[in-house]
């Protein structure tokens, strides 16, 4: 299940299930291509579909710079013959499900979080004649997506989030009308920091290194229990392979960064067994990058 999880042949996983022989194997996925070509090799040899090494089929279907880094894709009409050959698609237009509305919402950075935004776009312009190498780029984008969320990730001085306080008025509605609601982020000191700020509402949460026993716990009170409740998940843990349907409302603090990771998030909620409209709010800093 969810073997689009299983990207990279050296890793342990990859490895162990390319070990996999004489048996009839099935690969299940609600998103089997979630970002590149590259990312079908496992799954694919998996099943059988293909009899290559991941050398020659990086060779076949990537576009390669000097140094070897992929820099496009080509023989893409093989890739789409391969699928439609060995899969079985089915979409959720058979399951006859409720509404699922996305409702992206522009909020307003307080003077505090402008404040600390604007300092870090002019030392990364700064410094933008030094940055040889795209990740130390990444590292600051991704201290101004902090700071869209909350000051306190990236400071101690600074305890502000707008984003905090609109969360609140959600969840105020969404008690009076007894219902459930998941909150995602890609940042788990950021869910850690909502358990506390919430604590009031009893909170449950899912995030990474939980164990199983744990996880199933917080799944089943949430979706057992009676009247409101909030669930807290990082998207890399509670975004797929796990039902959440009693949920009506998902909040999104932050995105990721593929718009297949945002709807396997949603989809926690929209899916098999759902009975009201799915409202996602998509928590948005407007002027932000």
Known sequence: D??????NPNSAQGRGLLKLKGCPKIGLSGTLLVKNPLDLYVPLKLIEAINMNFYSYSNRYTVKDNWGNPIGWKNMAEIADLLKQYMLRRTKNILDLPPKIENPILLEMSKEETKLYNAIVEE???ECDKIANPVQALSKITRLRQICCHTGLVSTKVLKSTKFDYLREI?????????KVLVFSMF???IEMAVEEF???NPLHIWGQMKQIELEEQRDTFQ???GFQVLFGVIQAAGTGITLNQASTVVFLDLPWDRATLEQAEDRAHRIGTRKTVMVHILLMKDSY
Request: net charge negative; proline share 0%; charged share 50%.
């Open 2 to 7: 969810e073997v689009h999880k299983a990207k």
């Open 124 to 126: 990364v312009r700064g």
């Open 171 to 179: 969840l105020e509605e969404a008690k009076a009308n007894n219902e």
């Open 188 to 190: 788990r000191e950021l």
């Open 199 to 201: 604590k009031e509402y």
């Open 224 to 226: 057992n229990g009676e």
